[in-house]
């Protein structure tokens, strides 16, 4: 749980900074079943990482919200932050939460700046939301409590419920049933290929497995920590996704010289974890001696169990 710091009007120093937005890995993806209204029953153990995309938030006085700053292949209004925030403006109307402090009717606009490949399986969209919807809570001073975060958080997207409760964590259901997990400070060489993959294509596929056992997460975090072994569980997304796209294939078969290498949700991009940075370092130079890297987006990161925008939180 994040505290929201509602408590209090924001300083001026909090207007004026730039917040962050963790990236996440799929350290293994399980699909149990398919529910009757079609979506996917999945098990998985979210990693938060230390890339960040990074927004700042901007008050105006004429009630819209607009972002003036982020990906340029992102229609604004179809951006998740954009989403993000009109739903709790929507909100707060709707609700007349703490009308008499909340300044949500004046709007804002959205600066964001990115860190994270996008369609890569590593949440970059969903953990803007979810920092648009965390930090304007406390910057609109909407009051909202955790709970009603969240219930907004998974109107946007399964993902997003992660980042607004800011921790690794186990997860079951659509993805926003969270247990929090402690794994570790680990480093990853994350790798992805110039390819984008459609998550709705990948979850239709007829070659999809769609009747995992579930895992123990008592079995996962002991072979997650022995890391002498391979880890526990896999992604049943990965081999329909190697099979469609020999470039990631590809990939994946550079990284298994070191180690397991794993898809993170339906890909583009595949991690590989390391024992130690040092050892994370020595891959990436070999990487960027080889010919097919070139091609590639190379990224290194560390695991954290709490979110950074959580730890800013904490903090103050």
């Known amino acids: 749980m994040i505290n ?33 209204d079609g979506l996917h029953e999945l098990e998985t153990v979210f990693q938060i990482l230390d890339l960040s995309d990074m927004l700042k938030f901007e008050v105006r006085d004429d009630g819209q919200i607009l972002r003036t700053e982020g990906d340029p292949d992102i229609a604004p209004e179809g951006d998740l932050v954009v989403k993000a925030a009109k739903a709790l403006q929507a909100f707060v109307h709707a609700q007349a939460v703490n009308s008499e402090n909340c300044s949500a009717s004046k709007g804002i606009s959205i600066r964001c700046r990115k860190r994270i490949p996008v369609e890569a399986g590593m949440g970059g969209g969903s953990s803007d939301a979810a920092t648009t919807l965390l930090v304007l809570n406390h910057l609109w001073q909407c009051g909202l409590s955790q709970e009603q975060l969240e219930k907004l958080a998974l109107g946007l997207g399964a993902d997003v419920p992660l980042f607004v409760a800011g921790n690794s964590a186990y997860a079951r259901g659509i993805g926003e049933k969270l247990e929090p997990l402690s794994l570790g400070e680990y ?26 056992d579930p895992i123990t997460i008592h079995r996962f975090l002991r072979q997650y920590k022995d890391t002498r072994g391979a880890l526990a569980g896999r992604n049943d997304c990965q081999k329909v996704v190697v099979n469609s796209f020999p470039e990631i294939a590809q990939v994946i078969d550079w990284l298994d010289n070191f180690g397991e290498a794993r898809l993170t949700g339906t890909g583009s991009a595949v991690f590989l974890r390391c024992s130690d940075k040092s050892t994370a370092k020595a891959i990436m130079d070999q990487l960027n001696l080889s010919t097919a890297a070139q091609k590639w987006q190379l990224m290194l990161a560390q695991g954290l169990d709490r979110s950074p925008l959580a730890t800013i939180f904490d903090q103050s």
């Open 4 to 36: 929201t710091l509602t408590t209090r009007p924001p300083t001026e120093q909090e207007w004026a900074r730039w917040w962050p937005a963790p990236a996440k890995l799929n350290l293994f993806l399980h699909i149990l079943g398919q529910r009757d």
């Open 187 to 212: 480093t990853y060489v994350i790798v992805k290929p110039r390819v984008s993959v459609s998550t709705q294509k990948i979850f239709s596929h007829s070659g999809l497995t769609r009747d995992t």
